[in-house]
């Protein structure tokens, strides 16, 4: 049974790229008119009192325990102890808007979304899936992929999920994008296809004419009458680290690319920003053919989605974050960090350029925090186990065939050493 405010929503949505890419929750989700929306109206014309929200309130600021005040003696109460808006600091969402097209400048012509924040990138992926993956909805993304896109879109929303070979001689796989998008469109009718660059594991981020290449296969797919949804996972958007890398989002042209195409961004300040812990991302949609009712109904079920899971974010995160972008040394900060990101990008990168391996082959790397191995014989799991027992060295198997290190946390003086003993651990065995 569809909730009269669903269906409402569904109605706003009905002939637009969102309607028919939508799953069973996706459809079923709406804003209740209760506690949140009722203390909404109550905060701009409750002026005697407000009973509506569950705060303790004194003086008309929440109550706040010393114990935390001190620890965050520059922000006030309702930086810190109070509710956060469903959808995330007003004043938060519209830096981040700018930010998004500071950092992205052929979206300042472009229609899109009020950013949407929501308790971490895993968070925003996962809310996006309840909106649109299911059953006869697959996800397809790269293989290697990070793993939690499989748990999302296969355990959580039993969906099939699959994958195009990332990369073919040591080139981005266009042709089996391309295939597995084709193959997508013709068993489905739509196709919902996940983008992660900077790429984790491989730290891969598309050059300048393949990322025009992959505009034109989506656009070429839409044209044929199909609907796509774009995700652009850009956890790691910036960290560049080679000339001829894309600099902008794939959703800054995906955004207008045609009326058949929802592009959906997910990003945030974890890994941009350097605030791991601070569980903070953004959701932002555009599309060519989306008016600003059909963009308010598609927020509304996302705001649905954070709602009927979580609430809302923390408080202290956003205010931190929001802070933060407004310090005027905070870019300064950001370049210092890159440089040392870059400083060990290098290293790595000299470390494989002068290095064989007859059992490890770099898989192609130019951004972000990582780069992977194919191990051509054995196993990647007997290697990464023999390193951390003998060598005391920790990295990642993703699957049979591949390694992933984290050369960003990796101080850069240790480098040459880790890197040896990878080799030589992989030869050894």
């Not at 002939?15 to 109550?42: H, K, T």
């Not at 790429?199 to 992959?214: C, D, M, V």
């Not at 053919?289 to 009927?308: C, P, V, Y």
């Not at 929001?322 to 990101?341: F, G, S």
Request: net charge neutral; charged share 25%; aromatic share 8%.
């Amino acid at each position: 049974m569809i909730n009269p405010l669903a269906k409402e929503l569904n109605d706003t949505l009905k002939g637009s790229v969102v309607d028919g890419l939508l799953s069973d929750i996706g459809e079923r989700l709406y804003f209740p008119n209760g506690i949140i929306s009722q203390g909404g109206e109550a905060a701009k014309d409750a002026k005697l009192a407000n009973g509506t929200i569950g705060m303790a309130v004194a003086n008309g600021s929440p109550i706040e325990l010393d114990s935390y005040k001190k620890i965050m003696p520059d922000l006030n109460s309702r930086e810190t102890v109070a509710y956060a808006k469903t959808t995330g600091n007003p004043e938060l969402r519209k830096l981040w808007l700018e930010k998004i097209i500071e950092k992205n400048p052929d979206l300042k012509t472009k229609k899109i979304s009020l950013p949407v924040l929501v308790p971490g990138l895993t968070a925003a992926l996962s809310y996006v899936a309840d909106l649109f993956v299911g059953e006869n909805k697959p996800l397809l993304a790269a293989d290697p992929c990070w793993d939690n896109y499989e748990l999302i879109a296969s355990a959580r929303r039993g969906a099939i999920f699959h994958q195009f070979k990332c990369f073919d001689n040591g080139k981005f796989n266009i042709a089996d994008l391309e295939a597995k998008m084709k193959e997508d469109a013709e068993k489905y009718g739509s196709v919902r296809v996940i983008l992660n660059f900077p790429q984790n594991p491989s730290g891969y981020s598309p050059t300048k004419e393949e990322a025009k290449e992959i505009c034109k296969v989506v656009k070429n797919i839409a044209e044929s009458g199909k609907k796509i949804i774009v995700l652009s996972d850009d956890a790691y958007f910036g960290l560049n680290y080679e000339e001829n890398i894309e600099p902008q989002s794939l959703f800054a042209y995906m955004a207008d690319i045609h009326e058949n195409v929802l592009a959906i961004k997910a990003d945030g300040p974890t890994k941009e920003d350097f605030a791991w812990g601070f569980r903070a991302g953004f959701i932002t949609f555009a599309s060519k053919g989306l008016n600003d009712k059909q963009i308010e109904a598609l927020t509304t079920k996302f705001m649905a989605a954070i709602r009927s899971s979580v609430s809302c974010s923390s408080t202290p995160s956003q205010s931190m974050i929001l802070h933060a972008l407004n310090d005027p040394a905070h870019n300064a900060q950001k370049v210092e960090l890159r440089a040392m990101l870059k400083r060990r990008y290098d290293a790595v990168r000299k470390f494989v350029n002068t290095h064989s391996s007859s059992i490890l082959t770099p898989m192609p790397f130019n951004s972000g925090y990582f780069m992977s191995f194919i191990v051509k014989t054995g196993n990647a799991e007997d290697i990464r186990k023999k390193l951390l027992s003998e060598k005391g060295i920790g990295i990642i198997q993703i699957d049979a065939n591949t390694l992933r290190v984290a050369f960003s946390s990796i101080d850069e003086e240790k480098i040459e050493e880790v890197y040896s003993a990878i080799y030589n651990v992989a030869e050894a065995m």
